[in-house]
């Protein structure tokens, strides 16, 4: 069995977390949870274990300070609310960063990645694990829960918007931002690569490297040079929305599904 300590200071993300686990790795053996800086010295000084999901923000500090204290050389599958951490975490044993709302087959490949470099296998029993997890990692995109709304800064207050009041992600200037419906744009503190995690893919599509659209807000496409589709969007972006060659098969099926 593959010894595994969760550290989480939020009881509903450690069970969700612990449920998760059990479902995708069954020969994991989670020894505790623990929600605390010195609590976790204090295990990691009379236990040893194989894996370690480390939440960054704890109930008495940074999980940071736990390597000031004691030395770590486990490998670690950090889990945390906010982006700001992914530099210094990888300075550590780190297997992956998971942003929360933790998702199942985010948690798939972070478990996947962990058994290929720290638990090399006979040729033929690795192919059988990686089909199992494709497996597991298939049911898991039409299982999974996505996000149903996000918070934004407005002005001085903080804003819930509804995922179906989005017309789009977009990406300029270095930032990235949401478009509502009714012609509204907020900053977000999220990568469209982390969007397309959290959304539902059945209605948001990837056009391109700098947006994703609801299957809504497309009203129709053209043809663009050759193969290439031009998107006619409502509310529109401050940019042109173009499909590319390779993008377009995709596109028109799930547009047309």
């Known amino acids: 069995?593959?010894?595994?300590?969760?550290?989480?200071?939020?009881?509903?993300?450690?069970?969700?977390?612990?449920?998760?686990i059990e479902q995708i790795a069954p020969d994991f053996e989670i020894l505790d949870i623990l929600d605390s800086v010195?609590?976790?010295?204090?295990?990691?000084?009379?236990y040893t274990v194989d894996l370690i999901f480390l939440d960054i923000q704890l109930?008495?500090?940074?999980?940071?300070?736990?390597?000031?204290?004691?030395?770590?050389?486990?490998?670690?599958?950090?889990?945390?609310?906010?982006?700001?951490y992914a530099i210094e975490a990888f300075e550590q044993v780190s297997v992956d960063y998971l942003l929360k709302p933790?998702?199942?087959?985010r948690l798939i490949q972070a478990i996947e990645k962990f058994?290929?470099?720290?638990?090399?296998?006979?040729?033929?029993?690795?192919?059988?694990?990686?089909?199992?997890?494709?497996?597991?990692?298939?049911e898991a995109k039409?299982?999974?829960?996505?996000?149903?709304?996000?918070?934004?800064?407005?002005?001085?207050?903080?804003?819930?918007?509804?995922?179906?009041?989005?017309?789009?992600?977009?990406?300029?200037?270095?930032?990235?931002f949401i478009l509502t419906y009714d012609g509204h744009y907020y900053d977000i503190s999220y990568t469209l690569e982390q969007l397309e995690e959290r959304i539902n893919p059945r209605i948001f599509f990837r056009a391109n490297r700098k947006c994703i659209v609801h299957i809504n807000a497309v009203k129709e496409a053209i043809v663009y040079s050759k193969s290439k589709l031009k998107l006619h969007l409502q509310p529109g972006l401050p940019f042109d929305v173009i499909i590319s060659s390779e993008k377009t098969p995709k596109f028109k099926k799930w547009l047309s599904q």
């Open 59 to 84: 109930s008495d500090g940074i999980s940071f300070s736990i390597f000031d204290k004691i030395k770590v050389e486990t490998p670690i599958i950090f889990t945390t609310a906010f982006n700001q």
């Open 142 to 176: 039409q299982n999974r829960d996505y996000q149903e709304r996000f918070m934004v800064h407005f002005r001085d207050k903080i804003k819930t918007i509804l995922v179906g009041e989005i017309a789009a992600f977009y990406a300029e200037n270095r930032s990235v």
């Open 115 to 138: 058994r290929k470099i720290y638990l090399p296998q006979e040729p033929d029993t690795q192919a059988i694990n990686y089909q199992l997890l494709n497996t597991l990692l298939a």
């Open 102 to 105: 933790l998702v199942k087959d």
């Open 1 to 20: 069995m593959i010894k595994v300590l969760i550290v989480e200071d939020e009881m509903p993300s450690a069970r969700k977390l612990k449920a998760f």
């Open 38 to 46: 010195e609590q976790t010295v204090q295990f990691l000084s009379d």
